[in-house]
């Protein structure tokens, strides 16, 4: 059985893998953790996640409410994206989801920690 704070550190070590390439070990057995993304919790993203091992699962949600990005960290992503560098989130260093619209607007979500933001484009080229 996984504690929560097992819980908590495996969903942090998968959102900080790039696109979810490496999944996390077992804590318990050591085998690489079969992880797939639930996206029926939108606007959160739920993980369930089993050792193939051990035979052990859970099922992560983020118990964080929701919190606005500051401007300064919406800044940086824009920034970001013009030098198409990854996103990363400046309070858990997971990797940051966008959504980018025709009008130009950006949104950008931490699925870890639930924080979210919008910016514009300056080109607001598709």
Do not use: T
Request: proline letters at 7%.
């Amino acid at each position: 059985m996984f504690s929560p704070s097992q819980r908590q550190s495996i969903a942090l070590d998968y959102f900080r893998a790039e696109g979810g390439k490496e999944h996390p070990a077992c804590p318990q057995c050591g085998e690489d953790l079969s992880i797939a993304v639930d996206y029926q919790a939108l606007p959160d993203i739920a993980l369930q996640v089993r050792c193939p091992g051990c035979r052990e699962g859970f099922r992560w949600l983020s118990d964080r409410l929701p919190q606005d990005f500051r401007a300064m960290d919406v800044a940086y992503f824009m920034e970001c994206l013009a030098e198409d560098r990854p996103l990363r989130c400046p309070h858990d260093d997971a990797a940051i989801v966008s959504r980018r619209f025709s009008d130009g607007v950006v949104e950008f979500r931490c699925p870890f920690c639930s924080r979210c933001g919008q910016g514009r484009r300056n080109d607001s080229a598709s």
